[in-house]
């Protein structure tokens, strides 16, 4: 996976990054502290521009968080304590966290969504449940004629783009431009270890998410 990752920059570019950081946020097989730091190293090395390289993974990001929204839109806050009863310990999440969430985002929703974007544990996880909670959805929720409807698209998708997006331009530039350091002082000798660093991450990645699933218990067996 790893020369696949490097072979995509570096063939796909732009398109390359944007492409992972979709697939970053819609099932995340590598963090996108590597793929904006390889870019960024790209940009260092005379390879790629920064505004480009940061428009491409900022949409990307945006896009597959949107995903997610999405889906906990559609779902609806309904149809989900069935699904975190039978599935929750695969996210390590009981009830009473999905309950606790829709509490912090009736208050401060789009400050959320802001803040765990620089979260890695949870930039991509927050979007689910802001699309379940519907940020903003009360303020319009007894509008069903078609301005309502789309005061309401604006007030909840809208919104939750508008922080998203912001969040992570910030996000990836710090990710990138720490790329772009390394790229300027290390040059062509830094790709020799790319490929190392790469698979040691995704490694890490997964040895993380095996101990918390491992040590996890739902609170009433703690």
């Not at 796909?12 to 992972?20: C, D, K, T, V």
């Not at 939750?160 to 912001?166: D, E, S, V």
């Not at 040059?187 to 790469?198: V, Y």
């Amino acid at each position: 996976m790893t020369d696949w990752v490097l072979r995509l920059i570096d063939a796909g570019g732009y398109w390359g990054i944007f492409l992972l950081m979709i697939l970053e946020n819609v099932f995340p097989p590598i963090p996108s502290e590597l793929i904006m730091g390889i870019g960024g190293i790209r940009v260092g090395q005379g390879r790629m521009a920064m505004e480009w390289l940061l428009l491409a993974g900022t949409l990307g990001t945006t896009i597959g968080n949107y995903f997610w929204y999405l889906v906990g839109h559609i779902l609806g806050f309904g149809r989900l304590k069935p699904l975190v009863d039978r599935f929750g310990r695969w996210a390590t999440l009981e009830w009473r966290d999905v309950e606790a969430l829709d509490r912090l985002f009736g208050k401060y929703g789009q400050i959320v969504v802001f803040v765990f974007r620089f979260m890695p544990a949870f930039r991509t996880m927050i979007s689910l449940p802001a699309g379940l909670f519907r940020m903003g959805h009360v303020r319009f929720q007894a509008r069903t004629d078609v301005k309502g409807r789309i005061l309401h698209i604006l007030n909840t998708h809208g919104r939750f783009l508008l922080f998203t997006t912001a969040g992570a331009l910030i996000w990836n530039a710090v990710l990138a431009y720490g790329g772009f350091y390394l790229g300027r002082r290390f040059s062509g000798e830094i790709d020799k270890w790319l490929g190392p660093i790469t698979t040691a991450c995704v490694a890490a990645a997964v040895v993380f998410y095996l101990y918390r699933l491992a040590t996890w218990k739902p609170r009433s067996k703690r």
